[in-house]
């Protein structure tokens, strides 16, 4: 299956999302592959760190919008899980990304109206690629560095359970965890924080229900 995290905007969590769902998913077996396609290269970074006593996942950079398609077809043939960082941005290579995908993901973060903004403008373009496709989208909003303590957080998840595109039932809260595995190449399964490691087992179960429902 191809799943593409992505967003118009960079910061919200979209490599640690596409890091840490690559990680469950080799830790259960699959054959398992990251396409980085964002020009930051993030996740390529990440690769390059991790340990080779931890789960292989191979990372393959690719930012150009022309050969995109039949990159990932190939890895798509030879691999359980094909999981795609994509730019930060609305582009031709975005685009493509999520005609490509059968899920989407969008991580968003509860910060107010740039977020709750940024969101609808995605909705807004999915509409018009599911029109080009012909066909459904699959795509659930993420909700990333959750704070269950200040109103604005649980008020911004009530205003997400309103769209169209609905959130994951699981979300990642704001924790040091995410940001220490990264740093080693890891993903929070792979790290000592069990709070942090359920919650994305969480995401990841439900990730593969909807799967399973395609």
């Not at 396409?35 to 760190?49: F, H, I, K």
Request: one cysteine or more; aromatic letters at 8%; proline letters at 5%.
């Amino acid at each position: 299956m191809i799943i593409s995290c992505i967003s118009y905007k960079g910061g919200v969590g979209k490599s640690t999302i596409a890091q840490n769902l690559a990680v469950c998913f080799a830790h259960a077996g699959n054959k398992v592959c990251i396409v980085d396609a964002d020009e930051s290269q993030n996740t390529s970074y990440w690769s390059e760190a991790r340990s080779e006593d931890f789960p292989l996942i191979p990372v393959h950079k690719l930012t150009d919008d022309k050969a995109i398609a039949v990159e990932v077809s190939k890895l798509y043939n030879s691999h359980d899980y094909v999981i795609i960082d994509s730019p930060p941005s609305q582009s031709i290579i975005a685009d493509k990304i999520i005609m490509l995908s059968h899920l989407v993901l969008v991580p968003v973060t509860p910060k107010g109206s740039s977020e709750v903004n940024t969101a609808e403008q995605f909705m807004r373009q999915i509409t018009n690629l599911e029109i080009l496709k012909e066909k459904k989208i699959p795509a659930r909003f993420v909700i990333n560095e959750f704070d269950p303590r200040p109103l604005l957080h649980k008020e911004f998840v009530d205003r997400f359970r309103e769209f169209e595109i609905k959130p994951l039932h699981a979300m990642l809260h704001h924790r040091i965890a995410y940001g220490e595995a990264n740093l080693f190449g890891k993903g929070v399964l792979e790290h000592v924080d069990a709070k942090a490691k359920q919650e994305i087992i969480t995401l990841n179960n439900e990730v593969i229900e909807l799967l399973e429902k395609l």
